[in-house]
């Protein structure tokens, strides 16, 4: 296994920048090259988007999953519904930051973003979410570049230290995670309230491996999570664990977690949501 001196030399940004097309309502064929001045929809190297792509979605020809919905804009595992504010394509000013920036930038901008989470990972999966498929991309690229190979990596879960500001604008949410010590540029795939997650392929605390390759197996790797990492014997927690331990696309787990976290935050989503 590398070291981490042994890092391959990588531009994380187009991890990033590689589905700009999905946020324009367009298929990767008819996207541009350059947005903003920047390259965009690039290939990502070393199978980190194939892999990814595994973790949300079966392999092979898709198949639309839900009928009279074949629409970019993401349908919420919580209420069934397209989000109100699910207008696709995506405003340019609300793109700029998700591809302009420093690596780390880019990093704190997906993760906090609003917008990215209306939009669906796959028209044929409208519950999954091109938010958090690009985090994984972008997670498993850095993984990649520092040596490891897939089955070096575990998920980590932990409870959150440092707490992402709620109902803030853009650039407070991005600085935010710039400064909390929480996040780890490129390898935190979600930032809650209620708890926080990694990969990495030095585990400690909460964690689980994620497996021998890349497959719809997040229930599973949640099932093995060592511990909780969340202190809440409350009947809305019971649900949400309930929830996740069948969920096996990645990206829709991730994306229903973060709903689930604000809604229960703003005490707008009861255990029958």
Avoid at 73 to 78: T, V
């Amino acid at each position: 296994m590398a070291q981490a001196s042994d890092t391959v030399s990588v531009d994380l940004r187009v991890a990033y920048r590689h589905d700009v097309h999905k946020l324009r309502g367009r298929q990767h064929g008819s996207g541009c090259d350059e947005l903003f001045d920047v390259p965009v929809n690039e290939s990502v190297p070393m199978q980190a988007d194939r892999d990814a792509a595994l973790l949300s979605r079966p392999d092979g020809e898709p198949e639309q999953t839900v009928a009279n919905h074949a629409s970019p804009a993401r349908l919420s595992l919580l209420t069934g519904s397209v989000l109100e504010t699910g207008a696709v394509p995506v405003q340019d000013t609300s793109i700029t930051p998700l591809v302009d920036g420093s690596p780390e930038e880019l990093h704190a901008a997906w993760l906090t973003s609003e917008t990215a989470s209306l939009v669906n990972e796959s028209v044929f999966l409208p519950y999954s979410s091109l938010k958090y498929h690009v985090l994984l991309v972008a997670g498993l690229l850095d993984a990649y570049r520092a040596g490891h190979v897939f089955d070096d990596l575990f998920l980590v879960v932990e409870p959150t230290t440092d707490v992402p500001p709620r109902d803030a604008d853009r650039v407070v949410r991005q600085q935010a995670a710039l400064d909390a010590d929480t996040v780890i540029p490129h390898r935190t795939i979600l930032w809650t309230e209620a708890m926080t997650m990694r990969l990495t392929a030095s585990p400690d605390g909460s964690a689980a491996w994620l497996g021998p390759a890349p497959a719809e197996s997040f229930a599973d790797v949640w099932s093995r999570v060592s511990g909780s990492p969340v202190d809440r014997d409350t009947v809305w927690w019971r649900h949400v664990d309930a929830q996740l331990r069948r969920i096996r696309s990645w990206s829709t787990a991730l994306q229903y977690i973060e709903d689930a976290v604000a809604g229960e935050t703003r005490g707008t989503v009861g255990v029958d949501a």
